[in-house]
Protein backbone atom coordinates (compact mmCIF):
# COMPACT_ATOMS: atom_id res chain seq x y z
CA UNK A 1 0.00 0.00 0.00
CA UNK A 2 1.18 3.39 -1.04
CA UNK A 3 -0.39 6.64 -0.24
CA UNK A 4 1.29 10.18 -1.21
CA UNK A 5 -0.59 13.18 -0.33
CA UNK A 6 -0.33 16.46 -2.21
CA UNK A 7 -1.40 19.55 -2.73
CA UNK A 8 -0.76 21.53 0.54
CA UNK A 9 1.25 25.23 1.02
CA UNK A 10 0.67 28.36 2.19
CA UNK A 11 -2.79 30.48 2.15
CA UNK A 12 -4.23 33.01 3.45
CA UNK A 13 -7.78 33.40 5.86
CA UNK A 14 -10.59 32.69 4.05
CA UNK A 15 -8.60 30.87 0.87
CA UNK A 16 -8.89 27.45 -0.53
CA UNK A 17 -6.68 24.32 -1.21
CA UNK A 18 -7.16 21.31 -3.02
CA UNK A 19 -5.36 18.51 -1.34
CA UNK A 20 -5.02 15.03 -3.27
CA UNK A 21 -3.90 11.30 -2.49
CA UNK A 22 -2.61 8.98 -4.96
CA UNK A 23 -3.29 5.59 -3.75
CA UNK A 24 -1.36 2.14 -4.80
CA UNK A 25 -0.55 -1.29 -3.83
CA UNK A 26 -4.67 -2.08 -3.19
CA UNK A 27 -7.78 -2.25 -4.82
CA UNK A 28 -8.46 1.41 -4.06
CA UNK A 29 -12.35 0.74 -5.35
CA UNK A 30 -12.95 -0.94 -2.55
CA UNK A 31 -12.35 0.85 0.42
CA UNK A 32 -13.26 3.57 2.15
CA UNK A 33 -10.96 6.47 2.71
CA UNK A 34 -10.23 9.14 5.33
CA UNK A 35 -8.33 12.04 5.86
CA UNK A 36 -6.89 13.17 8.90
CA UNK A 37 -4.92 16.16 10.17
CA UNK A 38 -2.57 17.09 13.10
CA UNK A 39 -2.07 20.20 14.32
CA UNK A 40 1.53 20.80 16.20
CA UNK A 41 0.97 19.67 19.90
CA UNK A 42 -2.35 18.09 19.16
CA UNK A 43 -3.57 14.74 18.58
CA UNK A 44 -4.07 13.89 15.19
CA UNK A 45 -7.87 14.20 14.37
CA UNK A 46 -10.30 12.71 11.73
CA UNK A 47 -11.33 15.55 9.23
CA UNK A 48 -13.35 13.74 6.83
CA UNK A 49 -14.43 9.78 5.11
CA UNK A 50 -15.76 8.87 2.06
CA UNK A 51 -17.07 5.29 1.16
CA UNK A 52 -15.63 3.08 -0.93
CA UNK A 53 -18.27 4.13 -4.37
CA UNK A 54 -18.08 7.70 -2.85
CA UNK A 55 -22.03 8.12 -2.56
CA UNK A 56 -21.49 8.22 1.87
CA UNK A 57 -19.55 11.12 3.22
CA UNK A 58 -18.92 12.23 6.84
CA UNK A 59 -17.13 15.47 8.16
CA UNK A 60 -15.80 16.23 11.48
CA UNK A 61 -18.04 19.18 12.59
CA UNK A 62 -15.61 22.01 12.47
CA UNK A 63 -15.04 21.14 8.78
CA UNK A 64 -18.91 20.71 7.64
CA UNK A 65 -19.89 23.26 5.30
CA UNK A 66 -16.37 24.30 4.38
CA UNK A 67 -14.72 21.04 3.20
CA UNK A 68 -15.76 18.09 0.36
CA UNK A 69 -13.91 14.72 0.11
CA UNK A 70 -14.36 13.37 -2.95
CA UNK A 71 -12.71 10.88 -4.97
CA UNK A 72 -11.75 9.14 -8.88
CA UNK A 73 -11.77 5.56 -8.62
CA UNK A 74 -10.54 5.79 -12.32
CA UNK A 75 -7.66 7.54 -10.95
CA UNK A 76 -6.93 5.76 -7.63
CA UNK A 77 -7.44 9.23 -5.90
CA UNK A 78 -9.35 11.12 -2.80
CA UNK A 79 -9.21 14.88 -2.12
CA UNK A 80 -10.52 16.75 -0.22
CA UNK A 81 -11.08 20.96 -0.98
CA UNK A 82 -10.98 22.97 1.56
CA UNK A 83 -12.63 26.51 1.20
CA UNK A 84 -13.13 29.40 3.94
CA UNK A 85 -9.92 28.22 5.64
CA UNK A 86 -8.65 29.71 8.69
CA UNK A 87 -5.33 29.90 10.99
CA UNK A 88 -6.68 26.72 12.80
CA UNK A 89 -6.96 24.99 9.82
CA UNK A 90 -2.99 24.58 9.86
CA UNK A 91 -2.22 21.32 10.22
CA UNK A 92 -0.14 18.24 8.67
CA UNK A 93 -2.90 16.56 6.59
CA UNK A 94 -2.80 13.03 5.88
CA UNK A 95 -4.51 10.36 3.94
CA UNK A 96 -5.45 6.72 5.47
CA UNK A 97 -6.26 2.93 4.56
CA UNK A 98 -7.95 0.85 7.14
CA UNK A 99 -8.41 -2.59 5.85
CA UNK A 100 -8.36 -5.59 8.00
CA UNK A 101 -7.55 -3.90 11.31
CA UNK A 102 -4.39 -2.32 9.65
CA UNK A 103 -4.14 1.66 9.19
CA UNK A 104 -2.04 2.91 6.00
CA UNK A 105 -1.01 6.42 6.10
CA UNK A 106 0.66 8.62 3.62
CA UNK A 107 3.29 10.92 4.78
CA UNK A 108 1.18 14.27 4.77
CA UNK A 109 1.45 17.27 3.32
CA UNK A 110 1.85 20.40 5.20
CA UNK A 111 -1.30 23.28 4.98
CA UNK A 112 -0.36 26.67 6.97
CA UNK A 113 -3.23 29.41 7.21
CA UNK A 114 -1.65 32.52 7.90
CA UNK A 115 -1.71 36.19 6.40
Known amino acids: VQLVESGGGLVQPGGSLRLSCAASGFTFSSYGMRWYRQAPGKERELVAT????????NYADSMKGRFTISRDNAKNRVYLQMNSLKPEDTAVYYC?????????WGQGTQVTVSS
Open 50 to 57: ISSAGGST
Open 96 to 104: NLRVFGLSY
